[in-house]
């Protein structure tokens, strides 16, 4: 091979680069989690190829991205789209608190409990 200069040295520097990259970057807790768990998100089922995995992404249970056992009991592998709503759904808590305190309960009142009674007073 030649001894070419790129704009940021020459061809072994950046090759010796890019190879950092990749060990580094497979490592990181996404590629751990893509190599212990089937590329289906946890949430809709929806299944993934390389095609596009990128459209899969690592979410953090417990939403702390600085715990990453490397048995991976903190991540879920969920979609861009099921990964937005559990953000969502912990920015809600977080900024309005539980939903157990305001859920409304079923109403229990029938308006057709005593209409047959009602129906036989008419006659």
């Not at 715990?67 to 979609?79: A, I, K, Q, R, V």
């Amino acid at each position: 091979m030649s001894n070419q200069k790129t704009g940021s040295g020459s061809y072994e520097q950046v090759f010796a680069q890019q190879q950092e990259y990749i060990a580094k970057r497979a490592s990181g807790y996404r590629e751990q989690a893509l190599k212990i768990y089937p590329w289906i998100c946890g949430r809709c089922r929806r299944e993934f190829t390389h095609r596009n995995l990128s459209e899969l992404t690592v979410h953090h249970v417990d939403h702390n991205h600085g715990n990453n056992p490397s048995d991976g009991s903190n991540w879920e592998l969920l979609c861009l789209y099921c990964h937005d709503e559990e953000h969502t759904k912990f920015e809600n808590f977080v900024r309005y608190g539980s939903t157990e305190d305001t859920e409304i309960k079923t109403s229990t009142y029938n308006p057709f409990a005593d209409l047959k009674e009602r129906m036989q007073q008419k006659k």
